[in-house]
Each structure stands twice: as structure tokens, then as C-alpha cells.
């Protein structure tokens, strides 16, 4: 259904001259109503059809085959020639751009970073630390020799993401990002331009690898030197706050709206760095370090004679050991390299926006199994969209801006069918097989309210806390054009917050439209407590069938038989990608039709007459599928359903004489009513055929009851409903032959058309 009028669920009431002196009966009423008028003087009469975006959607499984399965492989995907039919790919790093970036982290001692956690992200080379060394971080390192200079990234091997824990029983924990080793990336020359086709199109050079259902909530690398990984030696840098330390160079500079990851090197210090003999001094034993001192990163302090025993033992107090074979002079203060500078390598990290395939061209079904019928999950959009929201803080011109929460959602649905594609109705193509569960995915971009606001109940919660900031933070809003004091706290250039959950009690199998994940705020005073749902109230009615689907005009519209009365709305719903408004920039100012929009629901507001000075630039999501509403849907758990019943002794096909052999346990438990079944395949054309069975060491015919007490049954003529098998009782004297041989021989005989065994199955 539709819907249009907001739905107010009051909270706590306190009655207070304060809201009568306003001339309202409650906060309540005054929020209300100024909205409205606020609302209504601004962009004029509502059109009674109004739906805000939350159209329902008419999902079809019909027409559909296997050729929509969508693989869900995990970690890299290396078929660069393929990536722009799926995914918007980013564009090659400029030089000015990766030099901005490596400058950076040169001249920026432990910065502070920020979480980043994405499925399904590209990551781009930036810098291998050592080739253009900045003046205070040290990426190349003197050895523990004093003489010997070190490069770090040459010894960080292995880049990879994902939780994990050092050593190598935590292999499972994270992912390798392919190519991508000793501080840099292999180029790769093959990487297809978006909006090409796969074969022919053009193409460009990058290094850059996509990583796809991987994980992005912690980034390491492996030093060469040894099996142990550091994932406590990095940090992500927003874009922003590099161009905003170097704001110069132009838009062939600009990183703004980008994301890096720093990693500062850390030397392996194992047992390799020890010799195999110790250093006994003052009762105490220590180790003896390896006189190759070219392989590790240490203070050296080194004397012409061996010291007294108290500067040895001074020596020793601060962690100094002396090295093999140099008489006790020379004593080296092991050190892992760490400096607190992220530029012995850097990497960008782009978050994965599924190309919108909404205008191709359907492709021919192909087949991806070589049976017509299986049971698979079918998972299903039955919603999807950018949310805009308007909080009714503050109902002034300025303020209507609708970025006081935005998030992208989609409501799943997964349910497990028996697929028939033989079928000629989707009823008896597509047949339940149990109930059907849903799940909502959510990501929080940006929250421009000073008020609390929760998503989804406890389900997601409330949108300042998820972004870990105060109440009165506004997140992801604030740009060049937004009219805010110089006082507003404000965070720009936050990742997103993603959450998917089970919402199947909540949705209520009746509606599954985006307007029924609640959308709930309060507003206080010292004298009374407001809460409010903000969500639009459902007011239209729409023409059925018989069946509870709904009914499509000849355009594929929905067709609505009743409609009531339409008030101001306080969410709007938007395709995924649909950027959002800066803070206290009006929505009419950055979205110029709206006010038509508002009279006229067919209006292209969203892709026409937009002021982008107006918007906010960064719009990632993870959940940017293509915006295709009718028949999207992909399938896993595919298991071919066998067209045999019951256990298989036997698969062929195959012709003529033949043994079958099986073991005799499988029989054991076979009662009188037990059967064997010879599933075969033959034309109506076929005059005749026959089956004859033989024991399994040709020691004579094994008869069947049924058959009239032989072993032999014939078609002659075949009928024309021959049901494509024919099968035979398991009587004790039947079983007994069968078993105590381990089998038997099968025999057929036909006229010059195909005749053949396909299967022989034992059915309990």
C-alpha cells in the first residue's frame, strides 16, 4: 500500500500553560500543525495519489531460471575484464592526488583514524613506503649493524583484511587481497572501462584488486621474514581531513570523499634473532642476539674494549644483549622498527557500488544445472530505497532539508521453493516448500537531528549512537553551502553504520514496504515528553485479485480503487545512490522540482534541474544493487531434485546386457512390499521391447510374481501411457536371489528404435 499521512504515537503527556499560551493544545498538536503549514505554505497542495516513493512492489518470480543465480564467492574477485557489468569501478589515482596522500602520512605521526567495515570493496595501490621518503618518517631503517639499510616494505608481504589474530591457526579470519605484496600492487593492464562490454570494450591500467563478501573491519600484512601477520599497525584516514590539512591542487588533487589505509612497519623479532648460546652475568642468564645483525632493527652500541661489569649491567637493565661472537662488546637494543608513521605502504579502500543495470538489455536464459527441477532459496527484494527523513525538531523554511536521518534499506525475502521448470504456471513452477522469513538490511549515512531518533526499534537503534557521536552532533550533512553557526558540532566524512536482522514477527506478513520499519523520535521540554513515529500512515487502497496479488494497469502501475486524504510528509523514499541535502539547505533549493513534485507524484524529482552546490558530495552505500524492482531476486542452496524415486542402486544409461551390483545390505530391512524399480527410456515408436533378469552368477532366471511368475516382461505393442518405468516386489524369494548374489543381470531386447536403462532405485 501507499502511504501519506504521518502516524504520531504520543508518549508521555503533561498538561502545561505553555502549550495553551501557544495557542496549541499540546507540544503534540504544535509539532503537528506547524509542520503542515510550514509544509503546505512552502511547495503547495499535496496530490491526493501522493505515494512519497513507497510504492509497493509487484515481485514476480515468474520468467525466471537458473541464469539468475548470482555466485556468492568470498574474497578476491581477479576477472578485472568483468568487473564494470557489475560494479561502478573507480577511476586510476592521479599522481597529484597519490602524492597529496603520501605526504600526509608522512608528516603525521600517529593520526588518529576512523572504522571502516564494507563486504564488498576495491582497493587501490597509493605508495610503497621508501621510494619518496618524507623528512621526518623513517621508511627506510639502519640494521642493527649500523651499516645495513632496511626497507620496510619490502619485507610486508601479504595485504590482507579481516579480523584476525596472529599466527598461522588464524588463516581462516581474514582475507588475502590477490596481488597486492612487498609494499605494492602487480599492475593490471586488463581492468574494463564502465560502461563497456565485456568483449571488445575498452579498457585501462590500475593497480587495484576487488575484494567481494570479504571483510573490511581490520587491515594487516605478513612480514616475508617470517609466518606471523600484524593487524594492529595500521589506520584509515577519511579523504576529507587530507584535503583539508592540503586543500591545494585543484580537482586533479582533490581526495575528498575517499578512504586510505596507512600501515607502519614492524620487524618480526623470533627466535631467528637469537643465537644458540647464552650469556651468563650476575646469576642471571640472558641470550645471546645473532651476530648477523644486518636482519634486525636495534640500538647498537658497540666498544673498543669490553666494558666494566656495571655498564654491562646497565647495559643490561635496559634491555641491551650482547651479540654472538663480538667479545662482549658490542651490544644491540632490539627494536620491531615501529615509529608511529603509516607510510611504509598505502592503500585506498573504495567501497563496492553495484552498477544500476536497470536499462540493459534482458540476456538469454541459460541453464546452470542439467536438471528442470530442484529446490533453492529464492531470496527477493520486496522493498528498497534511500530514506530521507524530516524530524519536526524545527518546522522553518530553512530547516526542512530532510537529511535529519539517512539510510538505504531492503527488505529480503527467503524462502525455500521446489522449482519446476518444466511447469506452465509460475504456481506449479515455483511451490513453497516452507515459510518464508525476512530480513531488512540497513545503512546509516548521514544524521542531521539534534534530537533522539531510533530505526527499527532496538533492531538498529538510534542513529547518534551508532555513529558513536553526541546528541547534538550532526553527521555527514554539513558542506559549502549549509547555513549553520560556527558553534554547530558537526562530523563530516564518516563511514557508514551497517546492520542486517531478522524482521519477520515485525513486519507482520502483510506489508513489506520500507514505511513499515519504524521510524521513531521524542521531543522534550522541563515540562512535558513527546514521542512520535514518523513513519507515513497508510491511506490508499489498490486493486487485487482473487489471490491478494496486486493488480497492473497496461504501464505495469499499480491501481488504486480508494485514496483519503494527504498530509505533509515526514519520510521520503529515493532510489539507493539519490544524493542527500546539506544542513539547513531547504530540499526545494537542491531539488528544484520538488514543490512540483509535491502537486504532480509523476514528477522526475530526484533526476532533473539539480543544484549540486546544494548536496552532499559523498553518497557510498553497500547497498547500491541495481535498482530493479520486478523479478530481482538471486538463488543459493540450489540442489537438483532427483527425477528417481527412492535409493539408487544403479545410474546408467545404458543398453543391452548388463550386471547391477550393489550391496546386500542395502535390502536388508526390504518387506513384501518393498520394490525395485527400472526406470528406462524408449519412443512411442518402439513396436516392442523386453527386460529379462538373470541371477548375478547366470545360475538361473529370478522370477517375479507379478510378472506371471517369470522372469521376463514385455511391451508388444508398447502403449502409448507407458509411464517410464516398471518395478516389481521384493517377495522373499525374489529378495533372496537378489541379495545372496550381491545383484542380478538385466537384459533388454527391442526393435531397431533407442531403448535404454537409465536408473534402477530400491524403494522401502
Not at 139 to 156: C, F, L, P, R, W
Request: glycine content about 10%; proline content about 4%; aromatic content about 12%.
Amino acid at each position: 500500500m501507499i502511504f501519506g499521512t504521518l502516524a504520531l504515537v504520543a508518549g508521555l503527556y503533561l498538561a502545561s500553560c505553555t502549550d495553551h499560551d501557544t495557542g496549541y493544545d499540546s507540544l503534540y498538536d504544535e509539532k503537528i500543525q506547524t509542520f503542515e503549514k510550514v509544509f503546505n505554505k512552502l511547495y503547495g497542495p499535496i496530490d491526493p495519489q501522493h505515494n512519497w516513493g513507497f510504492t509497493p512492489i509487484s515481485v514476480e518470480l515468474g520468467g525466471t531460471s537458473t541464469a539468475d543465480v548470482q555466485a556468492l564467492t568470498r574474497g578476491h574477485d581477479a576477472n578485472a575484464n568483468e568487473w564494470a557489468t557489475t560494479w561502478v569501478v573507480p577511476d586510476p589515482l592521479t599522481e597529484a592526488q597519490k602524492d597529496k596522500v603520501r605526504r600526509y602520512f608522512q608528516a603525521h605521526p600517529n593520526p588518529e583514524g576512523v572504522a571502516f567495515d564494507y563486504a564488498n570493496f576495491f582497493v587501490q595501490q597509493v605508495y610503497k613506503g621508501g621510494d619518496k621518503v618524507g623528512a621526518n618518517s623513517p621508511e627506510k631503517y639502519t640494521a642493527a649493524d649500523g651499516i645495513t639499510t632496511m626497507v620496510g616494505s619490502n619485507q610486508m608481504d601479504k595485504l590482507t583484511c579481516g579480523s584476525y589474530s596472529a599466527g598461522a591457526e588464524s588463516l581462516n579470519y581474514y582475507d588475502h587481497i590477490n596481488n597486492f605484496n612487498n609494499g605494492t600492487a602487480t599492475w593490471n593492464n586488463n581492468v574494463l572501462n564502465n560502461g563497456q562490454p565485456v568483449n571488445g570494450g575498452s579498457k585501462h591500467s590500475d593497480q587495484i584488486m576487488l575484494m567481494v563478501n570479504s571483510k573490511s573491519d581490520c587491515f594487516g600484512y605478513w612480514n616475508s621474514n617470517g609466518s606471523v601477520g600484524f593487524n594492529n599497525r595500521y589506520v584509515i584516514i577519511p579523504g576529507s581531513v587530507i584535503q583539508e590539512w592540503d586543500g591545494s591542487g585543484g580537482s586533479n588533487a582533490n581526495v575528498s570523499g575517499m578512504w586510505f589505509v596507512g600501515f607502519d612497519f614492524e620487524q618480526l623479532i623470533d627466535d631467528d634473532v637469537y643465537a644458540n648460546e647464552y650469556y651468563n652475568f650476575n646469576g642471571k642468564r640472558y641470550r645471546y642476539l645473532n651476530s648477523s645483525m644486518n636482519r634486525y632493527c636495534g640500538d647498537k652500541k658497540e666498544y673498543n674494549n669490553t666494558p666494566s661489569a656495571s655498564v654491562i649491567q646497565g647495559l643490561l637493565d635496559e634491555g641491551y644483549l650482547p651479540v654472538a661472537g663480538k667479545a662482549d662488546k658490542v651490544f644491540v637494543k632490539l627494536s620491531s622498527c615501529a615509529d608511529g608513521y603509516y607510510s611504509d605502504w598505502i592503500v585506498r579502500v573504495i567501497p563496492g557500488t553495484k552498477r544500476d543495470t536497470s536499462g540493459d538489455k534482458d540476456k538469454d536464459k541459460e541453464e546452470t544445472t542439467t536438471s528442470k527441477k530442484y529446490t533453492a532459496t529464492i531470496h527477493r527484494i520486496m522493498s528498497m530505497g534511500r530514506v530521507f527523513v524530516e524530524d519536526l525538531y524545527k518546522a522553518t523554511r530553512e530547516d526542512l532539508d530532510y537529511n535529519d536521518a539517512v539510510f538505504d534499506a531492503i527488505i529480503w525475502q527467503d524462502g525455500k521453493y521446489e522449482i519446476n521448470e518444466e511447469a506452465t504456471t509460475d504456481a506449479k513452477k515455483y511451490v513453497p516448500a516452507g515459510a518464508k522469513t525476512y530480513r531488512v538490511e540497513i545503512a546509516l549515512l548521514a544524521a542531521g537531528g539534534t534530537i533522539p531518533l531510533k530505526i527499527a526499534g532496538s533492531k538498529f537503534g538510534d542513529v547518534h549512537d551508532s555513529f558513536g557521536v553526541g546528541m547534538t552532533t550532526v553527521v555527514n550533512t554539513v558542506g559549502e553551502a549549509s547555513n549553520v553557526a560556527g558553534t554547530l558540532s558537526r562530523v563530516t566524512g564518516q563511514p557508514y553504520v551497517y546492520k542486517m536482522f531478522d524482521y519477520t514477527s515485525e513486519l507482520g506478513g502483510t506489508n513489506y514496504t520500507i514505511n513499515n520499519i519504524p521510524i521513531d523520535v521524542k521531543w522534550a521540554t522541563d515540562e512535558v515528553t513527546v514521542g512520535a513515529r514518523l513513519n507515513n500512515k497508510e491511506i490508499h487502497e489498490y486493486k487485487k485479485d482473487e489471490n491478494g496479488n496486486f493488480v497492473l494497469d497496461s504501464k505495469g502501475n499499480l491501481i488504486i480503487v480508494n485514496s483519503g486524504t494527504q498530509s505533509a510528509p515526514h519520510i521520503l523514499l529515493a532510489p539507493i545512490g539519490t544524493p542527500w541535502v546539506q544542513e539547513r539547505v531547504n530540499i526545494r533549493d537542491a531539488y528544484t522540482r520538488f514543490p512540483t513534485y509535491v502537486g504532480n507524484r509523476n514528477t522526475d524529482v530526484w533526476g532533473g534541474d539539480v543544484e549540486n552546490f546544494n548536496l552532499y558530495g559523498d553518497n557510498r552505500s553497500p547497498l547500491a544493487y541495481a535498482d530493479k524492482y520486478q523479478g530481482w531476486f538471486y538463488m543459493t542452496d540450489i540442489e537438483e531434485i532427483s527425477p528417481y524415486e527412492g535409493t539408487q542402486l544403479w545410474v546408467g544409461p545404458k543398453k543391452g546386457q548388463f550386471e547391477v551390483s550393489f550391496s546386500g545390505s542395502i535390502l536388508a530391512n526390504a518387506t513384501s512390499k518393498s520394490k525395485i524399480r527400472i526406470y528406462l527410456t524408449s519412443s512411442t515408436s518402439t513396436s516392442y521391447w523386453h527386460i529379462a533378469l538373470q541371477k548375478k552368477d547366470w545360475s538361473g532366471a529370478i522370477n517375479i510374481p507379478e510378472w506371471g511368475n517369470s522372469n521376463t516382461i514385455s511391451y508388444n505393442p508398447q502403449p502409448q501411457n507407458f509411464p517410464g518405468y516398471v518395478e516389481f516386489k521384493l517377495s522373499s524369494s525374489v529378495k533372496s536371489a537378489i541379495v545372496s548374489k550381491g545383484g542380478f543381470v538385466i537384459q533388454t531386447a527391442n526393435n531397431n528404435n533407442p531403448f535404454s536403462i537409465d536408473c534402477i532405485t530400491y524403494i522401502p
